[in-house]
């Protein structure tokens, strides 16, 4: 019986809903044929953006979309994707499957496509290929209520109205596909971007977010913080589970007991990442007013066979859930500096939400694990112990988070990872009469998926085996699992 204890005296951090995020960029079918589909589809849309998916977005309670890259975004020029859609530019897609991008979906589309879903918009500019004047302009033209050039333009376009920006990126992976530069340089390069990203509107200030580290690079957080913290609100870290190399990533649906474990150690390093991340940046910023941004995590596999390499489309099975339900416990604790996450990618690209099909859609494995944590959003975390076995090196069987909601309730999730034992729990909540537990489940095979021939072979399912207790609740948790328990007090 493994020992699980709960402290609401002990109120941590307040865990953001953005934390839930996820990433789309210009890459396969993520945009084109994921979620944007024009209005002339036949596909059901509403002003172009497909149906299904906004609706299983906010379903999920998605709060906050990054886009358009990625690597993308630092080969964007947004002016090319404004204006009359017929007469916009057409380009190649360089990075990402030498494709013709016609620009159909821009600037306007992309404020359309959160209206719709409810979700705040974090967009990405160009400091690897753009200049200043560029990144400038489209802060101008996004969120300036006025008159000036961009926004009379913006206003030609058809928005009246700027639109509310909470999160401005300034370049993306700036040591690589972003302009190949040295922490050093990128630090000045986003002292004098970052300048001009001017605050028009006070009341809704953009967040500038620059650009952080590669997985461990801790010179680069410690160069960015010492050279240009003062001017940030967020620094990104980019860190993918992948479970062989870069060359042979392992296939999504194929692997061996073994892989499954690899893949979740991988995973687990996360955690490690972020602590001494945050170690580094607490030397120059104790008070943690920098957040620490995971804008891209998730699983890398190998394409699916007979797909486009440069497309980065991979199945999504029940490992894949485990791996969100580990970052996502991981996020939850750390949710002191980490402000932000965002999944790669929502749609058909490396570890999505959902997966399209022509007008077919079908919802990951991942995507339940979102659905079933949204309960921690905007709530506060609590201070939690849970005892546990170590699987690995890192890898503890079980890993949770706890936080208390608004309205008291107490929100557990506990992820099993291993794939042959199950574990008893029993919780006690410190201080608290309990007055019923109710709990929801993902569980089966590592290798259960959701296709297109059975689109529901996986989902979460009501859990009937929490039992309450006078001060908290027992329960057994299947191997291969992600349980959320939401307990009542009196
Ligand atoms: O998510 C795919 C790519 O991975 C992104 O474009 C890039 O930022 C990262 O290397």
Redesign the pocket.
Known sequence: MEKYLINPNQKLSAISRDIYGT?S?H?GRCIYEGVFVGEDSPIPNVNGMRKDVVEALKEAGLPVLRWP?????DEYHWKDGIGPRASRKKMINT??GGVIEDNSFGTHEFFELCRQIGCEAYVTGNVGSGSVQEMSEWVEYMTFDGVSPMADLRKENGSEKPWKLKYFGVG??NW???GSMSAEFYADQFRRYATYVRIYDRKNRVMKIACGPNGSDYNWTDVLMARAGRMMDGLSL?Y?TVTGDWGHKGKALEFTDEEYYTCLEKSYYMDELIRCHDAVMTRYDPKKRVGLIVD?WGT?HDVEEGTNPGF?YQQNAMRDAIVAGLNLNIFNKHSDRVKMANI??TIN??QSVALTDGEQMLLTPTYYVFKLFRDHQDSTLLGSYLTTKKLGERLPQLVESASEKEDGTIVSTVVNTSLTESAEILCQIADSKVKGVTAEILSGDPHDHNSFENKNAVFSKPFDGAEATADGFKATIPPCSVVKFLVERA
């Open positions: 990433f960029e890459l890259g990625g690597c993308f975004a990075h990402w993306n992976e690589g596909c972003g980019h993918y891209e890398w980065l790669a990618q690209v490396l």
